[in-house]
């Protein structure tokens, strides 16, 4: 479409990504923000998002167009971590109100791990367990946040 070895698909991701920013700026700007805020308000990182997303899809548009070739991977692609990531955070999805936050996540960072690679699958629950409760506690006590405990609210 474009010729001179320029991959048509790169540049309409480019474009895609420099639109997207733009619809994010756009729709940033209809977020209606309290006079009682400081500078830093909810608007901040939806901005820092927009701006991102026009950089890179910017980027992306002008190593497209010239052509920049990247080097090939030496070992073919695989789709199953794609495949165990996704069905973990739609696992998590399913079970977060049922097993609760901590459970959920515990079990959603174990999936994302093995989807890594990982095989120390006791070492992966432990830690997941860990930065579950942690955050459980940060964002409950911590913030006032309610996240639902599941089978674990006899526990609290």
């Avoid at 805020?37 to 909810?42: A, C, D, E, L, R």
């Avoid at 971590?81 to 609760?100: K, N, Q, R």
């Amino acid at each position: 479409m474009f010729g001179g070895g320029r991959a048509t698909g790169e540049i309409l991701l480019g474009i895609a990504l420099v639109v997207a920013g733009l619809l994010f700026f756009w729709g940033t700007t209809e977020i209606h923000v309290a006079p009682s805020y400081s500078k830093v308000g909810p608007r901040v990182f939806p901005f820092a998002i927009a701006f991102g997303l026009v950089l890179l899809g910017v980027l992306y548009l002008i190593e497209s167009w010239r052509g920049i070739q990247t080097p090939q991977d030496e070992h073919p692609a695989s789709n199953l971590p794609v495949f165990i990531i996704s069905a973990a955070i739609v696992l998590d999805a399913l079970l977060f109100e049922w097993l609760g936050f901590i459970l959920s996540s515990t079990l959603l960072f174990l999936l994302v791990a093995i989807g890594f690679g990982s095989r120390s699958y006791a070492r992966d629950l432990v830690f997941g367990f860990a930065l579950a409760v942690v955050a459980y506690i940060t964002f409950v006590h911590g913030l006032g946040l309610s996240l639902p405990a599941g089978i674990l609210a006899s526990w609290s």
